[in-house]
Each structure stands twice: as structure tokens, then as C-alpha cells.
């Protein structure tokens, strides 16, 4: 009977090593996936820093285009320019309805969408028809095949400077 014992003893023994072993490389596995996370975490952490680092300085270099437009246009009002409103109050009401009311109303919207299509229809060389069937990062394509620079490119197309180089960055 003792010897049934010291038998059934060892299997568990070796039983509770087997389990053991198998819990220790199953940790081993998450903690080689949790370093992989954050590694990937880092990477996409520097990347978006990198896109705001570009996205201020193309806000910051649009800043110092407008202030140096509004500075060639001076007023001959009365008004001194400290004392004047950068922002007309319908853009500042408008402004503040966008942070209040976050959904606009859907004909907003759209009135919003076939005004911006229009001026690049203008602009474009080819037909309203053909432009607006034709999707936006092919536009880009197109432009910059026909040797516009990137700045006309963002212009004619109403985006920015750097959205039109990311957008060519990614046909390559």
C-alpha cells in the first residue's frame, strides 16, 4: 500500500512540474507580446507627434501668411487695428454653435460640400462632370503628373500642403 502511495506521490509531482513548465511559457509568450505592444505603442506615439510637429508648422506658417495679408490690407477706418476684431462676429457665433452643437444640421452640410466643389471644378482643367466622379487622391495624382508644385495642388483642392505631400507619399 505504501508503495501505491509513494507511486501516485511521484505522478503528481511530475504532473505538477509539467503544469508549471507550461505556465511559465505561457508568461514568457505575454511578456515577449506586451514588450512588442509597446514597442508599437512607441512607434505610433513618435509618429503622431511627428504629424502634429507638421501640422503646427504648416498652421503656424498659414498664421504668418494671413497676418502678413491683413497687414498689407490696412484699414482706413477709424477703429485702431488693437482694438479690431480678428474674426468677424458671424464667424465667431458660427465658431461657437460648431463647439456647442457638435452635429450640423445635414443640409449645412451638404450646401458646404457642393460650395467647395464647385471652385475646384472651376479651377480644374478638365470638366465639372469628370471631377467630381473622379476620387480625390487621383486628382492629386493627375495635378501632380501634369508638374503643378504641391502648394497649387493644396490650393486647388482646398486641403493642406502637407495632407497633399502624405497623399503622394503613399502613391510611391
Not at 494671413?66 to 479690431?84: I, S
Not at 471644378?121 to 473622379?134: F, G
Not at 487621383?138 to 486647388?156: F, N, W
Request: net charge neutral; charged share 30%; proline share 6%.
Amino acid at each position: 500500500m505504501t508503495a501505491f502511495w509513494i507511486a501516485a506521490l511521484c505522478v503528481l509531482q511530475i504532473g505538477g512540474f509539467y503544469l508549471i513548465a507550461l505556465l511559465y511559457m505561457r508568461i514568457s509568450k505575454l511578456d515577449k507580446t506586451e514588450k512588442r505592444q509597446r514597442q508599437l505603442m512607441k512607434e505610433m506615439e513618435d509618429s503622431l507627434a511627428v504629424y502634429i510637429t507638421e501640422v503646427k508648422e504648416e498652421n503656424d506658417r498659414l498664421i504668418g501668411e494671413l497676418t502678413a495679408h491683413q497687414q498689407k490690407k490696412k484699414p482706413t477706418g477709424t477703429q485702431p487695428e488693437a482694438e479690431r476684431p480678428l474674426v468677424p462676429r458671424e464667424d465667431e457665433v458660427a465658431a461657437t454653435a460648431v463647439y456647442f452643437n457638435p452635429k450640423p444640421p445635414t443640409s449645412k452640410v451638404l450646401e458646404s460640400y457642393r460650395s467647395l466643389q464647385q471652385p475646384i471644378a472651376a479651377n480644374s482643367l478638365e470638366s465639372p462632370a469628370e471631377v467630381k466622379h473622379e476620387p480625390e487622391f487621383e486628382t492629386v495624382y493627375r495635378l501632380h503628373d501634369q508638374g503643378l508644385p504641391i502648394d497649387e495642388i493644396a490650393s486647388r483642392l482646398k486641403k493642406g500642403k502637407t495632407e497633399v505631400e502624405l497623399i503622394l507619399k503613399f502613391k510611391r
